[in-house]
């Protein structure tokens, strides 16, 4: 039996709402900088995470509540998340590894969905890996190289936070150190994401063909 409280779900929103801040500085400060095919990669990539993380929550809330058991926002959580990812280090990798001009385009195709979860995991691992990659890089060229520090603490978290929820906790204390796990994770990506831009990342020049 799942053991979620009303207070628990409500913290839930919190690493949504760094992560979706995170996101839109980013994609405001690397707009002019992405091809149309890589910012479109980045921007439906963060949606669906933001959005995922949001079903999660919201499927606590309900369950706590005891209003509903709706387990179909609970099933949805790693296949949108995790292809979310896959599609946002995608774009992030386009960014600093190929040509950047109006007519690039990329095209994305999602994996099949399978009932388990390690298939998402990977992917999972494997975007949040690409995207916090082009982050440090991105930490580099604007000679703030201590910047890496807080992306590498956000993946690290990250990655517990994506270990910790792919197991079924019955104690409401483990479900706790996830939340403080997620929080510090997202928490840790916004700091970064707006140090990024308080240090000029809009602003930094970028050349068709820039790579790493």
């Given at each position: ?71 179909a926002l609970n099933a949805m ?68 190289p201590w910047l890496v520090a ?63």
């Amino acid at each position: 039996m799942k053991d979620f409280s009303v207070s628990m779900a409500l913290v839930d929103y919190i690493p949504v709402l760094f992560f979706a801040a995170a996101a839109v500085l980013l994609m405001r400060d690397l707009y002019n900088k992405m091809s149309k095919g890589a910012f479109a990669l980045f921007a439906a990539g963060t949606i669906d995470i933001a959005c995922a993380g949001a079903l999660k929550a919201t499927y606590k809330l309900l369950y706590a509540a005891g209003a509903c058991d709706f387990e179909a926002l609970n099933a949805m959580f790693f296949p949108v998340q995790s292809i979310g990812f896959l599609l946002a280090g995608l774009g992030m990798i386009a960014l600093l590894c190929h040509k950047q001009t109006d007519k690039a385009t990329v095209a994305a195709v999602a994996p099949p969905v399978f009932s388990g979860t390690f298939v998402f995991v990977g992917l999972m691992v494997a975007g949040l890996g690409l995207m916090d990659v082009g982050l440090c890089v991105l930490s580099v060229k604007l000679k703030k190289p201590w910047l890496v520090a807080l992306f590498v603490l956000s993946f690290v978290c990250s990655l517990g936070m994506g270990y910790l929820s792919s197991q079924d906790f019955a104690q409401a204390s483990m479900n706790w150190i996830a939340e403080g796990v997620n929080v510090v994770g997202q928490g840790t990506l916004l700091l970064g994401a707006w140090l990024l831009h308080k240090n000029g990342l809009a602003a930094l020049p970028w050349q068709e063909g820039d790579a790493v």
